[in-house]
């Protein structure tokens, strides 16, 4: 009887212990542990005609380095575009003022970021600054569509060979 006891004390430890586990996987997976706000970290905004599947929380990266994270997202209703906000981390304080943000996809099917390609000005963004030259999602059912229009279109067939 007390041997019973003890495996059923260790059995709820190790069932504890796989939960605790479990949810600090799903906070690493989500990118909700590094929520953290430095309140050092500087705002710049970039207006996209297409954000695809963007989510607030993406990685922005430059050179395949995370600098900061997608902070909100929001539309305009005079432009009709996405408004896109990002935190850039303080010590990436030097991206030049013609800097370009293009909305890129980690892998084939993977999660969308916003990639920045740093020009050649001597100025610098600062806090509240506006990325102005910005590429928009490539959309994967757009491009199909396209595709599949063209070939439509063209009949199909192949031309006589002479």
């Known amino acids: 009887m007390q041997s019973s006891k003890a495996i059923e004390i260790w059995v709820g430890l190790f069932v504890a212990a796989g939960l605790i586990a479990l949810f600090f996987l799903a906070m690493q997976v989500?990118?909700?542990?590094?929520l953290k706000s430095n309140g050092d970290s500087y705002k710049?905004?970039?207006?996209?005609?297409?954000?695809?599947s963007l989510?607030?929380?993406?990685?922005?990266?430059?050179?395949?380095?995370?600098?900061?994270?997608?902070?909100?997202?929001s539309f305009d209703n005079q432009t009709y575009e996405a408004v896109v906000e990002m935190r850039i981390?303080?010590?990436?304080?030097?991206l030049p003022i013609d800097t370009s943000a293009s909305i890129l996809t980690a892998g084939l099917l993977g999660e969308q970021y916003i990639g920045l390609s740093p020009g050649g000005a001597e100025e610098y963004l600062a806090d509240g600054d506006e990325i102005e030259l910005t590429q928009?999602?490539?959309?994967l059912e757009q491009i199909i569509s396209r595709f599949l229009f063209n070939k439509a279109e063209g009949g199909g067939a192949a031309a006589p060979a002479e």
């Open 55 to 73: 989510r607030v929380r993406a990685p922005v990266s430059v050179a395949g380095v995370t600098v900061g994270r997608v902070s909100a997202i």
């Open 30 to 34: 989500s990118n909700l542990a590094e």
């Open 136 to 139: 928009s999602a490539i959309v």
């Open 89 to 94: 981390e303080p010590k990436y304080d030097t």
């Open 44 to 52: 710049i905004v970039a207006r996209f005609e297409n954000i695809g």
